[in-house]
């Protein structure tokens, strides 16, 4: 792990927080707890996580998609990951403070009883 902060230019401390972050977001599929559905965020600042990113050996290889994904990806979601304001800090309907990427972000709760009627019918 030393080895690895030092390539990034980062401290052993900002590392290992880059990879707990990274783990509890493969264990959920997202950076929400899948319990209670709460946000949590990487332990570090943004520039120190991009560092972090930049510094894997596909970044520098031409033939690799890692960098174009890492350019053009990062800065599009760069403020929702890092972002603890309202109403990023939850998974809800966004009537009732959250956020949503299961259903468009105008849906309701009436919204969805009528599309569960539909498809029970």
């Known amino acids: 792990m030393q080895l690895a902060a030092s390539k990034a230019g980062v401290s052993e401390e900002d590392y290992q ?6 783990s509890g977001f493969y264990a959920n599929m997202s950076n929400y707890h899948n319990f209670g559905h709460q946000k949590f ?9 991009l560092k972090i990113l930049q510094s894997n ?3 520098s290889d031409p033939n690799a998609f890692y960098k174009q994904v890492v350019d ?5 979601v760069e403020k929702e990951l890092f972002n603890i304001d309202k109403p990023y800090t939850c998974i809800n309907f966004p009537e009732e403070g959250g956020i949503t990427g299961y259903f468009g972000r105008n849906i309701t709760k009436e919204d ?10």
């Open 17 to 22: 927080r880059f990879i707990a972050f990274v």
């Open 41 to 49: 965020i990487p332990e570090l600042d943004s520039a120190t996580f």
């Open 72 to 76: 053009e990806v990062y800065p599009a």
């Open 112 to 121: 969805l009883v009528l599309v569960r009627e539909f498809c029970n019918s």
């Open 57 to 59: 050996p596909l970044y």
